[in-house]
C-alpha cells in the first residue's frame, strides 16, 4: 500500500481528499497498488473534519506526518514560501516523495528543491502549479522530450483573462468588472498577483526552464498587468482585427538565448489562443517536429486541480511499485542567455493624445522615423477641444528604438499624453 501524508485541506486539499476518495478503485488499479491518504494536516483540523476524515487521521503538528514512516508521499497544498519550503525540504530529508501545486515556491526556489530531491533520490513531481488541471508539464519533459521547443505561448491566469474577456463582450471599464470577479469568488480580495501578471509570471518561469532546459526564475521574467487596458483600446483593437489578452511568452532564439514575458497584447482574431475566454487556460506550444499544438481547459478550481495532483500522485506511486525514482528529475542542464525586453523585437500599438493642428502628425512620424521606427498602420479620431486621439502600429521594431521615440515625444508641446502601448503578437504567424 503506497501511503499519503496531506498538508493542506483548502480548495485543492479537498479536491484531492474527493479524487482519492471517489475514483479510489480505478486509482489503485492504474498504479499498481492501493493508494491511503494516511494523514492530513492543516491549521484548522476542522476543516479536515469537514472532509469526512477520520480523526484519528487529522493533525495539526507537521511532526506527525514527517515522523510516520509508512508515509511514501507528501502532497504538499498550503501554498506560499514558508512553512511550505521547509516542510517539503524536512520530508525529502525523510526519504519522501512529495507533490505540490505551489508555483510560488518552484519559480522561486525549483533549483534547491530539484537538488534536494536528487541528494535525497526522491521524486518531486508539479504539474498543477501551471494552468490547474491542463496537463503541462508532464507533457512538456515526456510527450514533446524529443522536439527542440521553439515557443510556449500562455493564457496562464484565469481571473485576467475573465476581466478582458467580459471587458471585451460588455464594453465595461477593468475596475467595474475586477469588482465583480471579487464579489463573484473569481479574483481574490487582493487581485494584485493576478492583475498585475506575477502569477502568470511565475507560471511562465516554470514553463521556460523546462522548455529550453534553462533555469528561469521569476525575476527573470518580464512582467506588465491590465490594470491600464480600456475599453477603447479593446474596442480599436477590435477594429483593426485583434483581440487583447494577458499572455505569458517564452521563446527561444536561434542562438539559445531565451526572452520570457508576461504583458497585455494584441494577439489575431484567427489566433487559436484568441479564442480561449472566461475563467479559461490554454497553452499554444510549438515544437520543431510536432508543430504547433494547444493544451486547453480549466486553470484553477478545486477538481480540475486535484486532477493533477491526483495524477502525479499515480505517477510516483508507479514509481514505488517499480522501485525507481528520479526517473524524471530536474532538465535545466543548459545555462542559456536571458534577454532583456529592451533587446526584443515586435510590433505595438500605441494610443496618443495630441493636438489636432496642421504638421503634427509629420512632427510624430518624423521622431519615429529619426529612431529607427516604421509606421504599418496610422489613424485618428476627433476628441474634441482642439485634441485628436492618435492610433499608430508599427512595423517590427526594437524595444528600445520605441522607448527612444516614446521620450522624445513625451517631452513635445504638441503630445497631450501617450495613453497606453501594447504590444502585438502572433501576427508572424499563417493564419
Ligand atoms: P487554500 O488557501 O484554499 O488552502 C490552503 C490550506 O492550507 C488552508 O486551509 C490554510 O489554512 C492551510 N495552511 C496554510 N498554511 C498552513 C500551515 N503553515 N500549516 C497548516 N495549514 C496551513 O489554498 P488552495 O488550495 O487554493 O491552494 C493550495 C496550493 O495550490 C497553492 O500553492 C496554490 O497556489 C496552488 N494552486 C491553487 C489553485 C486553485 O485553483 N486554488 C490552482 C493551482 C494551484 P488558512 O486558510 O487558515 O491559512
Ligand atoms: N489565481 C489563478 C488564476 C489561479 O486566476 O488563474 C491559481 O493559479
Redesign the pocket.
Known sequence: MIKVGL????????GVVELLKNNAEIISRRTGDIIELKKV????LD?CRALGIDEAKIT?D?EDILQDDEIDIVV?????IE??LT?ITRAMQQGKHIV??????IAEKGKELFDMAKANQVDFYFE??VA?GIPIIYPLKQSLAGNQIKEVIGILNGTTNYILSKMSEEGRPFEEILAEAQELGYAEADPTSDVEGLDAGRKIAILSSIAFNSRVTFDDVYIEGISKITPSDIEYARDLGYVIKLLAVAKQGDDGSIQARVHPAFLPKKHPLAAVNGVYNAVFITGDAVGEIMHYGR????L??ASSVVGDIIDIGRNIVHHISGRISCTCYEDKKILDVSQLRAQFYIRMTVKDRPGVLAGIAGVFGSNNVSLATVFQTTHGGGMAELILITHEVEEQDLNDSLAVLRGMHIVGNIDNVIRLEGTNRDL
Do not use: Q, R, Y
Open positions: 498538508l493542506g485541506c483548502g480548495t485543492v486539499g479537498s494536516l492543516d491549521k484548522d476543516k495539526g507537521f504538499e497544498l498550503i501554498g506560499g512553512p511550505a516542510m505540490t501545486a505551489n508555483k510560488d515556491l498543477a502549479s490547474g486553470g484553477a478550481g478545486k480540475p486541480t
